[in-house]
């Protein structure tokens, strides 16, 4: 295999730590919290209190101000578990980023610490009922009376959405306008008239809350405005490529571990007197999947070095989000034939993993949406 170059010493260190946390501290209740829907709180404390939440948000703001390769780690360690009910990476590398970016004083300083330690959890809502791949037409507003914003309107799909404790509403500000009537708001669940819905039932992701969430005139104040008014949908566009990668970085991780319980378990499973893995067509399959992971590994790390170097393009950020996202359900689902009938049984890891894998070429941008991006690069 080719040998990654990515990481230094520091990350290896970090690596160990953060297994060891999602073996000890994830993966024992990882069952019980898919039974009951989502994860419980308590461990968001604990990774808050280990470093793990928000690593790359500068120091003042209860960050540990590292380079995004250690979120990397996190999300490999993470993945390579399956640990799907953790909406840590959302919480740590999308809705902190905004804050950051975007947030003024006051926002940075109300949030980030107590999202570094886990004691508020963030979400994004940018889907709504009507409209997903076509964000400019979200029904969402928030109009300005004043000294604040009265927002209306409802958002579905939400990750993290039944715990979180603030969450970024992208809302049309002049519905005159098309993009550039969007604005991003941060809204916490102390705002009278804001209010959640119940938790979505999924074929995977089952310990993640995935929720609705509604607004009836919730007073917004001015100052929880994110960036200026109308800005909201270059800001989104401004954080995608860091987005995509996420999903490509979790699809590798999950198409690395699923080989490998698969080289496992057909080495241990019999059939017709000889391992599973003596069949020409189970060492065949497994030799092409081995292959296109390596493939997708190479290119990934490349994306991660641009992506470190801020060199990272939304056509090619976007190549990766598709390519791999198809890669690991293709690895997953042949792995599940090799699993024969255990494949299909709940207690095995490839079960769940491929179950989870189903969403990952559809959130983020739906794999089309994807193409798109990619062909207006050509
Ligand atoms: C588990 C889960 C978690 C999610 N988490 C979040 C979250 O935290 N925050 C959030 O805001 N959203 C979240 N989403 C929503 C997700 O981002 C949307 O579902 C996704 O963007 C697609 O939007 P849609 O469901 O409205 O599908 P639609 O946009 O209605 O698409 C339907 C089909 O039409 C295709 N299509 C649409 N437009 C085009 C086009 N121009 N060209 C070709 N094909 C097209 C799509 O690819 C798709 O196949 C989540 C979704 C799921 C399932």
Known sequence: MIER???????????????RFMEQEVAPHHEAWEDQGYVD???????????????????EYGGAGVDKLFSVVLFEEQFRINASGLGFGLHSEIVAPYLLHYGNDHIKSTY??????????????????????????VRTTAIKQGEHYLLNGSKTFITNGWHCDLVIVVAKTDPTLG??????????????G???????????????????????????????????????????????????MQIAIMSMASAEAALQWTIAYTRERKAFGQEVF???????????????????????????????????DT????????????????????????????????EYPITRAWADSRVQRIYGGTNEIMKELISRSL
């Open 278 to 312: 003596k069949f020409q067509h189970t060492r065949f399959t497994l030799a092409e999947l081995a292959t296109e992971v390596q493939i997708g590994r190479v290119f990934v790390d490349r994306c991660i070095e641009l992506l470190l170097k801020n060199q990272l």
């Open 112 to 137: 980030l610490p107590s999202m570094a330690r886990g004691e508020m959890i963030g979400a994004i809502a940018m889907s709504e009922p009507a409209a997903g791949s076509d964000l400019q037409g």
């Open 41 to 59: 709180r308590e461990v968001w404390r604990k990774a808050g209190a280990a470093g793990f939440l928000c690593p790359t948000m500068p120091e």
């Open 194 to 244: 804001f209010t959640k819905g119940k938790r979505l039932k999924k074929p995977g992701l089952k310990a993640q809350d995935t929720s609705e969430l509604f607004f009836d005139n919730v007073k917004v104040p001015q100052q929880n405005l994110l960036g200026a008014e109308g800005s909201g949908f270059a800001s989104l566009m401004q954080e995608l490529p860091w987005e995509r």
């Open 179 to 192: 993009a550039k009537g969007i604005s991003l708001f941060v809204v916490d669940t102390g705002m009278p």
């Open 315 to 346: 056509a090619t950020a976007s190549m990766a989000k598709y390519w791999c996202t198809e890669l690991q359900f293709k690895v997953l689902d042949a792995c599940v034939q090799l699993h024969g009938g255990y494949g299909y049984m709940w």
């Open 5 to 19: 170059t990515l990481f230094s010493e520091e990350h290896r260190q970090f690596r160990d730590s953060v297994r």
